[in-house]
């Protein structure tokens, strides 16, 4: 895994974009900025074991270099699963599927280089949202989730893990501060840091709790809880109601 060393110089590399050279890094950036990346993952699969059917289909929309579906497919135990991954970067769709092939998993999973926004998705068992949606613009993230409720089958499960901002001034502050320190001990710079995050300032929106619990709710979910949270990292599951 190559080490992340993007933005060591102080000139940066600008607004953030998923390129090649970061595709080259971003399991290690991933690992290194996002608490408990796998810990996440892992919990994902439990729930996926519980409630995936025979024959489903499952995406990960944003899937990157394809860490989620490779664990997947190695862990879940449900048969005659598809497990499709959707990223919009072809460096990123070239790397996870050169992992597909190391790990002698590309029968198993396939990676498409697509827009989610517009992807004509096919019906599913399965939805993972993990740090994606906090990339798409706010006006676009209504439609696209009501567009995700209605792909899914009934009693199927979107999963959704997203970068949160609290609206309380304060605690919002805390949380920020604590993320820092996590990568600070994780071998970030503040030259990094600081580069990192003016690099996502227009790139990354994050809504609240409350925000993103709306959006589920308004594209017709109705049974929605949280399964993780880790100051101002969130995961939630949504249930599609039984016919």
Known sequence: MSRDRLFQEAAGIGDFRFS???????????????????QVIEMSALLLDRLLRPGDRLYDLGCSTGNTLLHLAR????PELTLIGLDNSPAMIA???????????????EFIEADIITFPCQPAGGILLNYTMQFLRPLQRAEFMGRLHRHLR???VLILSEKII???????????????DFKRARGYSEIEISKKREALENV??????????????????????????WFNFTSWIALKEEE
């Open 75 to 78: 862990r879940l135990k449900t």
């Open 95 to 109: 790397k996870a599927g050169r992992k597909a092939e190391n790990y002698s998993l590309k029968g198993q999973v």
């Open 20 to 38: 090649e050279r970061v595709a080259e890094v971003f399991d290690d950036m991933l690992v290194r900025s996002v608490p408990n990346y796998q």
């Open 154 to 156: 009934p009693g199927g």
């Open 204 to 229: 990354l929106i994050p809504f609240s709790p409350e925000e993103n619990r709306q959006l589920l709710r308004q594209a017709g979910f109705k049974r929605v809880e949280s399964f993780f949270q």
């Open 166 to 180: 609290s609206h309380d001034p304060e605690l919002n502050r805390h949380f920020i501060d604590f993320h820092f």
